[in-house]
T-cell receptor
Framework: NAGVMQNPRHLVRRRGQEARLRCSPM?????VYWYRQLPEEGLKFMVY????????ESGMPKERFSAEFPKEGPSILRIQQVVRGDSAAYFC??????????????????FGPGTRLTVL | DAKTTQPPSMDCAEGRAANLPCNHS???????VYWYRQIHSQGPQYIIH???NNETNEMASLIITEDRKSSTLILPHATLRDTAVYYC???????????FGTGTRLKVLA
């Protein structure tokens, strides 16, 4: 059973270009979460998606960033017109069910290996 | 979700127990304590979680104080492969926005 897969593992872009980061959740998982990790910092939540729905994007910058999780295919985190401050590691996690309020038990998020974005 | 405080770094000799502390003095009654670790250049890996009782699994033990204001993750026989950043997170069971602080950078020494 393959884990969460992310590609590319490393991505280099020049300022102003677009970055597309892909995440394939674990088999059977329909919930995807994206986190960003700046150098020497902990991970910061960006967005939570279910198939074809954005559930919570409160951690995502309002401009230039977007995310989707289509019915078929991987989840995509898209960054338009990248700037040097976007350089970071971007991690995707998946879980088999929702962690929404009311759940009585822990629902582990499984993390992928990350995509390291470098903006020149 | 409650805030956590961890020492920035620790060293441990290979084969010895590594005890990683975490303070979470503002934890509320229904919040769990979770531990993850991040080995260099990899995604975070779940280790263990608990509410009030001590927990043990194949990776580690979790000791939570009676007042729940602090906890300790114990790696009973640390190996070089346990060198990583360890994150202590407290969150309600319904949350999905894990808040990772800066964690404790554990270095296991040969």
């Amino acid at each position: 059973n393959a884990g969460v897969m992310q590609n590319p593992r490393h991505l280099v872009r020049r300022r102003g270009q677009e970055a597309r980061l892909r995440c394939s959740p674990m088999k059977g998982h329909s919930h995807v979460y994206w986190y960003r990790q700046l150098p020497e910092e902990g991970l910061k939540f960006m967005v939570y998606l279910q198939k074809e729905n954005i559930i919570d994007e409160s951690g995502m910058p309002k401009e230039r960033f977007s995310a989707e999780f289509p019915k078929e295919g991987p989840s995509i985190l898209r960054i338009q017109q990248v700037v040097r401050g976007d350089s970071a590691a971007y991690f995707c996690a998946s879980s088999p069910r929702s962690d929404l309020a009311g759940a009585s038990s822990y629902n582990e998020q499984f993390f992928g290996p990350g995509t390291r974005l470098t903006v020149l | 979700d409650a805030k956590t405080t961890q020492p920035p770094s620790m060293d441990c000799a290979e084969g010895r127990a590594a005890n990683l502390p975490c303070n979470h003095s503002t934890i509320s009654g229904n919040e769990y304590v979770y531990w993850y670790r991040q080995i260099h250049s990899q995604g975070p890996q779940y280790i263990i979680h608990g509410l009030k009782n001590n927990e043990t699994n194949e990776m580690a033990s979790l000791i939570i104080t009676e007042d729940r204001k602090s906890s300790t993750l114990i790696l009973p026989h640390a190996t070089l492969r346990d060198t990583a950043v360890y994150y202590c997170i407290v969150a309600r069971p319904g949350t999905y926005k894990y808040i990772f602080g800066t964690g404790t950078r554990l270095k296991v020494l040969a």
